[in-house]
């Protein structure tokens, strides 16, 4: 198969920042998907509805002229978030609730530090219809960060699925073989979105022959084995999995630093990239759904109605892209080969 039509896909976990980087993530977000969850994790984070409406109107107001692009908003749960809170915010349009442990990745500082405090929040966010997205780590020092998402499903996932069953909840960005078989035996209401270089990369692509620091993301890249695992469902075109690049940007002076920022900048070539591996993995068959309708269903949206074409096609990634402020940001997979491509 040299070409695929799929209805226009969505991305369900994305950061767009905020400022002048807007005209730079928007657009390249626009060109091809519909619909994006936008991520809360600005500095401040986007805590409340009135500010979940103004950030609404900046990311608005950098769609590209003729785009039909609609910014999905959702809130960052602190341990002051009250249930008052969360009707506001689905009164203002708030579709979900990020929970972010304290500390797990950029500007989580203002995140959970007591999950158990906020069960009156989840219930309302069930009651009003509303998601939980979750970054699925615990942030004990003492736990290895390889092992912190298997922690998180032991100490907190399993009890808030089970505990609060009419709770949706999206296990954002899952990286190792335990989050997939938890979310495939999981009961109805729980699913997953997976990044394009968590199926592409492991810790191998991070670590060997140097350390890579545009490869750096949290959930931090796992052993193959949790990669094959991600594969192997996103493979299978189960529902509970779908698109969410978590394509996070940083100007590359802060990746390349002696303190790099985890992310990876994976918008101007994420529907590229996944439709390459689910080439490479013979299952062509299945990326409309994982791209296009398991995430609209799961969030009770109507599926889009348009649609896009990507043609086999070997193009090359830059290697840098100027932001407008100046300054260079590298995208994810730059100076590599890819070989599929949107058709314009």
């Known amino acids: 198969m040299d070409q695929i ?5 969505d991305d369900w976990h994305l950061h767009f920042r905020d400022g002048d980087m807007l005209q730079e993530t928007v657009p390249a977000t626009a060109r091809c998907f519909a619909r994006a969850i936008v991520m809360p994790n600005l500095v401040p984070p986007v805590i409340n509805a009135e500010l979940a409406v103004d950030y609404r109107r900046r990311i608005e107001a950098a769609i590209p002229a003729g785009s039909n692009f609609t910014p999905l908003m959702t809130i960052y749960l602190t341990d002051k978030t009250s249930v008052e809170d969360i009707r506001a915010a689905k009164a203002a349009g708030v579709v979900a609730a990020k929970m972010y442990p304290a500390g797990a990745t950029t500007n989580s500082d203002s995140g959970v530090s007591s999950l158990d405090s906020l069960y009156p929040v989840f219930e309302t966010l069930a009651d009003e219809g509303m998601l939980l997205l ?17 922690e998180f499903i032991d100490q907190h996932l399993v009890k808030i699925v089970n505990k609060i069953p009419h709770l949706k909840v999206v296990f954002e960005h899952i990286t190792t073989k335990d989050a997939a078989d938890f979310v495939m035996s999981a009961r109805e209401g729980v699913a997953a979105t997976i990044t394009p270089q968590h199926l592409m990369l492991n810790r191998n692509d991070m670590l060997d022959g140097g350390i890579r620091p545009h490869n750096y993301c949290l959930p931090v890249l796992k052993r193959s084995t949790h990669q094959e695992a991600l594969r192997e469902v996103v493979k299978s075109g189960s529902s509970k999995f779908f698109l969410g690049t978590d394509s996070a940007p940083h100007a590359q002076h802060r990746k390349e630093s002696s303190c790099g920022c985890a992310g990876c900048y994976s918008a101007w070539s994420a529907i590229e990239l996944y439709t390459q591996v689910f080439d490479e993995l013979d299952a ?6 994982f791209a296009s309708l398991h995430g609209a269903d799961f969030y009770g949206l109507p599926r ?26 590298v995208p994810f997979y730059a100076g590599k080969q890819v070989s599929w491509k949107l058709k314009a």
Do not use: A, C, Y
């Open 5 to 9: 039509t799929i209805i226009r896909p």
């Open 134 to 150: 979750v970054h699925g780590e615990v942030t004990q020092k003492h736990i290895d960060i390889f092992d912190r998402e298997k």
């Open 284 to 289: 062509l068959d299945k990326l409309e759904g």
């Open 304 to 329: 889009n109605t348009d649609t896009i074409t990507l043609v086999r096609d070997e193009w090359v990634l830059p290697e840098s892209i100027m932001l407008p402020s100046g300054e260079p940001i």
